[in-house]
């Protein structure tokens, strides 16, 4: 599965949101939307999902044009993990992922064996099942986050859009949730995901798209594009960027911080 967009641009009245948008992403692949708020991504994927209307330009799921797609036809193909969700009700884990089989069954037939298993499996390997039975208000954020996942997988969609789906989670809970995302690229989905994080953008995606004001600053691998440079121009700040493991990591550090720990290093030397 793929999407396809091509000349995107989309407009709130006359505050211009996206501004000649252009971007592929393929099957077996994450690719990450890297850029500071308000620079359209959220408005970017509610295009996506055929939310929003009135833009300019193509969207291409697996080759259709989704404005030729019903609502049930493009829940087959795509699946959304919002950045956070409050239900009116405490529905239990299991009901919660249940619920992403409802395109599976008619308005007026109750989920069957098939969409029980689907449950099951899903919870299984995200290694929750342990929570089937837990009120989904009462568990933690890295949990309830894997739960909206899991309601992803058994909706059967190849390609999935999540927004900043580390948001708000503590770092264990952010590499559990980002471990889970890279495996299920790898297994053959194809999935965008919008984030704020350059050091784990450039560690676990495959191809990042870096956005700013509503346009395309850079697009490719994270190897090829993530420079201090780009950083600068994303957050407006001065960085140094250190890479590890021979370039297969690369952390940003703040110039203040690194000058500040070159001065003490040279008046240990001095004194010394």
């Known amino acids: 599965m793929s999407i396809q967009v091509s000349g995107l641009s989309f407009s709130y009245g006359e505050n211009?949101?996206?501004?000649?948008?252009?971007?592929?992403?393929?099957d077996n692949q994450l690719l990450s939307i890297l850029g500071p708020n308000g620079v359209g991504k959220t408005t970017l994927f509610r295009c996506i999902l055929g939310l929003l209307n009135g833009y300019q330009g193509q969207i291409l799921l697996d080759g259709t044009d989704i404005?030729?797609?019903?609502i049930e036809e493009r829940a087959k193909l795509i699946a959304y993990i919002p950045?956070?969700?409050?239900?009116a009700f405490n529905y239990s884990v299991f009901d919660m992922v249940l619920m992403g089989t409802s395109v599976q069954v008619s308005a007026f037939s109750l989920p069957?064996?098939?969409q029980k298993w689907l449950v099951e499996t899903a919870l299984n390997r995200l290694g929750i099942n342990h929570l089937k039975n837990r009120g989904f208000t009462r568990i933690s954020g890295g949990e309830k986050q894997l739960v909206l996942l899991a309601?992803?997988?058994?909706?059967?969609?190849?390609?999935?859009?999540?927004?900043?789906?580390?948001?708000?989670?503590?770092?264990?809970?952010?590499?559990?949730?980002l471990t889970e995302?890279?495996?299920?690229?790898?297994?053959g989905y194809t999935i965008v995901q919008s984030t704020h994080?350059?050091?784990?953008?450039?560690l676990f995606s495959d191809r990042v798209l870096a956005m700013k004001e509503g346009k395309v600053l850079?697009?490719?691998?994270?190897?090829?594009?993530?420079?201090?440079?780009?950083?600068?121009?994303?957050?407006?700040?001065?960085?140094?960027?250190?890479?590890?493991?021979?370039?297969?990591?690369?952390?940003?550090?703040?110039?203040?911080?690194?000058?500040?720990?070159?001065?003490?290093?040279?008046?240990?030397?001095?004194?010394?």
């Open 181 to 187: 995302i890279k495996s299920l690229a790898k297994e």
């Open 218 to 272: 850079a697009s490719g691998t994270p190897g090829e594009i993530f420079t201090a440079d780009l950083i600068h121009s994303l957050y407006g700040v001065d960085v140094e960027m250190e890479s590890l493991y021979h370039d297969q990591a690369r952390v940003c550090i703040p110039k203040g911080v690194v000058e500040e720990e070159r001065e003490k290093e040279h008046l240990y030397q001095f004194c010394s």
């Open 83 to 87: 950045q956070s969700h409050y239900p």
């Open 197 to 202: 994080n350059p050091d784990q953008t450039f």
């Open 151 to 177: 309601r992803a997988l058994v909706q059967e969609a190849k390609i999935l859009i999540m927004d900043e789906p580390t948001s708000n989670l503590d770092f264990g809970n952010q590499v559990r949730v």
């Open 112 to 114: 069957g064996k098939k």
């Open 16 to 26: 211009q949101v996206l501004d000649h948008v252009n971007f592929t992403a393929q």
């Open 67 to 70: 404005e030729g797609l019903g």
